[in-house]
């Protein structure tokens, strides 16, 4: 796969927080190359469409652990989940494992999704404002614009999951509550405007509808141009940004269709390709973001949190795990049995996990890939390997699989079950992940055997919390003593009116530059 190729002509989003309030709406471009010079011509723009890619695997606030996407993959919804767990590392990281940072409007861990998201939707703001003053062809120009809409919309689905109340408690989207519940609609029809007030989920459902509907268009208008890269938007991720936001939003009828059409042309995936360690793209990859040893962040990237041979500290050490909880849900005929370790009839701590020394020197030799030096704990993941040096590889933003899983609940809720058991078939037994599967449930045995394989199907990609939260369901830890393996300071219940219903309160640094929110 050609390596990835990345403009200077990157331009500073409005939105980028600083801490003079004076800078808090800056557009100087943040090379010398000038805006003008950007959108001079479609080539020039091409390679800012590259450079907003590159802006979701860079490092941000001087912060380790602020990766771009997979910030929010890993540490905003699977340390917050259910099913995800670093028994050792809890002791120590409990506070942000049970989202007390949530209502902290001035905690890194709040602002840091809206500091992001905003970034891209800025930067995709001036390119909407300016592509149609390039010079080159009007099919370019279209695709460009497209490209842009996509990542505004996806950036507002992520944020409305956020910092807006579930749709359940949101009155059918008409809701806004000062300060702890809502969006600033940013477009680039306002973005001189620093002063604008919160709008509802409701709002910014209808924007994402819009920018999809004017992508999808603009991509059909220019349908002779291809993507040449996973890590672009295309007119299936447009589908697929479409089908997640419907199914949060429960619009059903949306999603399913959404989700058809994002799947086309994106097979699933080989079991060798399955086994393959979740760091390169496949069939079935419809967008993701590049990882390589040319563009690596080396200790602070996705693959360095998550991969269970990264060469890193806090990998050696506090193995990444899937609860014992989910895992004991995984058929023993599932090749995702294999993505994690069963540590059968051996002991293990009942305090972080580690196993006993002669299982650990057996699973190092089965995996060579990892050193002496990494730990090796009870349900520790296989899932995520490294690409590379250090942490590298190439993260899931959008699979096949997940539009599977989005269609079949989508059919359930539309009274299809046939529909919704012929998915699950599809994903699970006709891609041999369990040949020997076979669904036959109805009714709300179905529903939840949907949810379980989308547990298990989409673990560690990002999922769990916000899956939990639109489901109105609370997040049930269980620990050692009680049969499962959460350190006893995570191993708690999250009920779903806690944490200002799990809704990020706005962040200070918005209230403090915005003078509509005084």
Same mark, same amino acid.
């Given at each position: 796969?050609?390596?990835?190729?990345?403009?200077?002509?990157?331009?500073?989003?409005?939105?980028?927080?600083?801490?003079?309030?004076?800078?808090?709406?800056?557009?100087?471009?943040?090379?010398?190359?000038?805006?003008?010079?950007?959108?001079?011509?479609?080539?020039?723009?091409?390679?800012?469409?590259?450079?907003?890619?590159?802006?979701?695997?860079?490092?941000?606030?001087?912060?380790?652990?602020?990766?771009?996407?997979?910030?929010?993959?890993?540490?905003?919804?699977?340390?917050?989940?259910?099913?995800?767990?670093?028994?050792?590392?809890?002791?120590?990281?409990?506070?942000?494992?049970?989202?007390?940072?949530?209502?902290?409007?001035?905690?890194?861990?709040?602002?840091?999704?809206?500091?992001?998201?905003?970034?891209?939707?800025?930067?995709?703001?001036?390119?909407?404002?300016?592509?149609?003053?390039?010079?080159?062809?009007?099919?370019?120009?279209?695709?460009?614009?497209?490209?842009?809409?996509?990542?505004?919309?996806?950036?507002?689905?992520?944020?409305?999951?956020?910092?807006?109340?579930?749709?359940?408690?949101?009155?059918?989207?008409?809701?806004?509550?000062?300060?702890?519940?809502?969006?600033?609609?940013?477009?680039?029809?306002?973005?001189?405007?620093?002063?604008?007030?919160?709008?509802?989920?409701?709002?910014?459902?209808?924007?994402?509808?819009?920018?999809?509907?004017?992508?999808?268009?603009?991509?059909?208008?220019?349908?002779?141009?291809?993507?040449?890269?996973?890590?672009?938007?295309?007119?299936?991720?447009?589908?697929?940004?479409?089908?997640?936001?419907?199914?949060?939003?429960?619009?059903?009828?949306?999603?399913?269709?959404?989700?058809?059409?994002?799947?086309?042309?994106?097979?699933?995936?080989?079991?060798?390709?399955?086994?393959?360690?979740?760091?390169?793209?496949?069939?079935?990859?419809?967008?993701?973001?590049?990882?390589?040893?040319?563009?690596?962040?080396?200790?602070?990237?996705?693959?360095?949190?998550?991969?269970?041979?990264?060469?890193?500290?806090?990998?050696?050490?506090?193995?990444?795990?899937?609860?014992?909880?989910?895992? +004991? !849900?995984?058929?023993?005929?599932?090749?995702?049995?294999?993505?994690?370790?069963?540590? /059968?009839?051996?002991? @293990? $701590?009942? #305090?972080?996990?580690?196993?006993?020394?002669?299982?650990?020197?057996?699973?190092?030799?089965?995996?060579?890939?990892?050193?002496?030096?990494?730990?090796?704990?009870?349900?520790?993941?296989?899932?995520?390997?490294?690409?590379?040096?250090?942490?590298?590889?190439?993260?899931?933003?959008?699979?096949?699989?997940?539009?599977?899983?989005?269609?079949?609940?989508?059919?359930?809720?539309?009274?299809?079950?046939?529909?919704?058991?012929?998915?699950?078939?599809?994903?699970?037994?006709?891609?041999?992940?369990?040949?020997?599967?076979?669904?036959?449930?109805?009714?709300?045995?179905?529903?939840?055997?949907?949810?379980?394989?989308?547990?298990?199907?989409?673990?560690?990609?990002?999922?769990?919390?916000? +899956? !939990?939260?639109?489901?109105?369901?609370?997040?049930?830890?269980?620990?050692?003593?009680? /049969?499962?393996?959460? @350190? $006893?300071? #995570?191993?708690?219940?999250?009920?779903?009116?806690?944490?200002?219903?799990?809704?990020?309160?706005?962040?200070?640094?918005?209230?403090?530059?915005?003078?509509?929110?005084?």
């Amino acid at each position: 796969m050609k390596n990835i190729k990345y403009t200077g002509l990157l331009f500073l989003s409005i939105l980028i927080f600083s801490a003079c309030g004076d800078d808090y709406l800056d557009t100087k471009p943040t090379s010398s190359t000038s805006t003008a010079t950007v959108f001079e011509t479609t080539d020039n723009a091409k390679m800012a469409i590259n450079g907003m890619a590159r802006l979701m695997v860079n490092q941000y606030l001087s912060t380790q652990t602020h990766c771009g996407e997979g910030t929010i993959k890993f540490l905003h919804n699977e340390y917050l989940g259910e099913n995800f767990t670093r028994p050792a590392l809890a002791s120590g990281w409990y506070t942000v494992m049970n989202g007390t940072y949530i209502e902290n409007n001035n905690s890194i861990y709040n602002y840091y999704p809206w500091y992001y998201y905003y970034m891209l939707i800025g930067n995709a703001n001036l390119f909407v404002s300016k592509i149609d003053e390039a010079e080159g062809s009007e099919a370019d120009k279209n695709f460009l614009k497209a490209q842009a809409l996509t990542f505004r919309a996806y950036s507002y689905m992520q944020l409305v999951q956020f910092y807006c109340y579930r749709w359940d408690d949101s009155n059918n989207g008409a809701s806004v509550t000062n300060l702890l519940d809502g969006l600033i609609l940013r477009t680039e029809e306002n973005m001189g405007e620093r002063d604008l007030p919160l709008v509802s989920s409701g709002e910014i459902y209808k924007q994402i509808y819009a920018d999809l509907d004017q992508a999808i268009s603009l991509y059909e208008s220019s349908n002779a141009i291809k993507r040449e890269n996973v890590w672009e938007p295309n007119i299936n991720v447009a589908y697929a940004t479409y089908a997640r936001t419907a199914i949060t939003r429960k619009d059903y009828e949306k999603a399913e269709t959404m989700a058809a059409k994002a799947r086309e042309g994106f097979k699933l995936m080989s079991v060798d390709e399955y086994k393959a360690g979740f760091s390169m793209a496949n069939s079935e990859w419809i967008w993701g973001s590049y990882g390589g040893d040319d563009q690596t962040l080396y200790y602070y990237g996705f693959h360095s949190y998550m991969a269970y041979d990264a060469n890193t500290s806090i990998n050696r050490s506090y193995p990444v795990c899937i609860s014992k909880t989910l895992y +004991d !849900k995984i058929p023993a005929t599932d090749i995702r049995t294999g993505l994690f370790l069963d540590p /059968g009839s051996t002991t @293990y $701590s009942a #305090t972080t996990g580690v196993v006993a020394a002669a299982l650990a020197t057996q699973v190092r030799a089965d995996h060579p890939t990892m050193l002496s030096s990494h730990s090796v704990a009870a349900y520790m993941n296989f899932k995520f390997s490294v690409n590379g040096s250090y942490g590298v590889g190439f993260i899931p933003h959008f699979r096949s699989s997940e539009m599977l899983l989005i269609e079949a609940e989508a059919k359930y809720f539309r009274n299809q079950e046939f529909g919704a058991q012929a998915a699950l078939n599809e994903l699970t037994r006709d891609s041999k992940r369990d040949p020997s599967y076979e669904c036959t449930a109805t009714g709300a045995a179905l529903l939840a055997e949907i949810k379980t394989y989308r547990a298990i199907e989409l673990w560690g990609e990002g999922f769990d919390w916000m +899956d !939990k939260k639109r489901y109105s369901e609370p997040i049930v830890r269980v620990a050692f003593a009680d /049969g499962g393996n959460f @350190y $006893s300071t #995570t191993a708690i219940t999250i009920p779903v009116g806690m944490y200002n219903k799990w809704t990020y309160v706005t962040p200070l640094i918005e209230t403090q530059n915005n003078q509509a929110l005084k």
